[in-house]
Nanobody
Framework: QVQLVESGGGLVQAGGSLRLSCAASGSIFRINAMGWYRQAPGEQRELVATITRIGSTNYADSVKGRFTISRDNTKNTVYLQMNSLKPEDTAVYYC???????????????WGQGTQVTVSS
């Protein structure tokens, strides 16, 4: 019923930039918070950044000043602009959304399939 589809990952040299996008589609009534998480090989999934419906943001300390999260509520899309990338940013990046689908009255958490970001030194 609901899909979150990420795009924009790839291979980049250290110091470079990438922009990730995540579009939510399906029988969506309303989306509250959206966010990006990442998981490196052998590591646990960790929060990168979140954004509320009205635009309040939160960032992991490791990406503050380098990454910017934004969203377009008219398109049900969240973005992650990543600048000054470092090799330690290499991971699979996952989109997350807290949303309510039509015909239901509760909010549920959804994940995208992930997109690989690789930063070479």
């Amino acid at each position: 019923q609901v899909q979150l589809v990420e795009s924009g990952g790839g291979l980049v040299q250290a110091g470079g930039s990438l922009r990730l996008s995540c579009a939510a589609s399906g029988s969506i009534f309303r989306i509250n918070a959206m966010g990006w998480y990442r998981q490196a090989p052998g590591e646990q999934r960790e929060l990168v950044a979140t954004i509320t419906r009205i635009g309040s943001t939160n960032y992991a300390d490791s990406v503050k000043g380098r990454f910017t999260i934004s969203r377009d509520n008219t398109k049900n899309t969240v973005y992650l602009q990543m600048n000054s990338l470092k090799p330690e940013d290499t991971a699979v990046y996952y989109c997350n959304a807290d949303l309510r689908i039509t015909l239901r009255y509760t909010y549920e958490n959804y994940w995208g399939q992930g997109t690989q970001v690789t930063v070479s030194s």
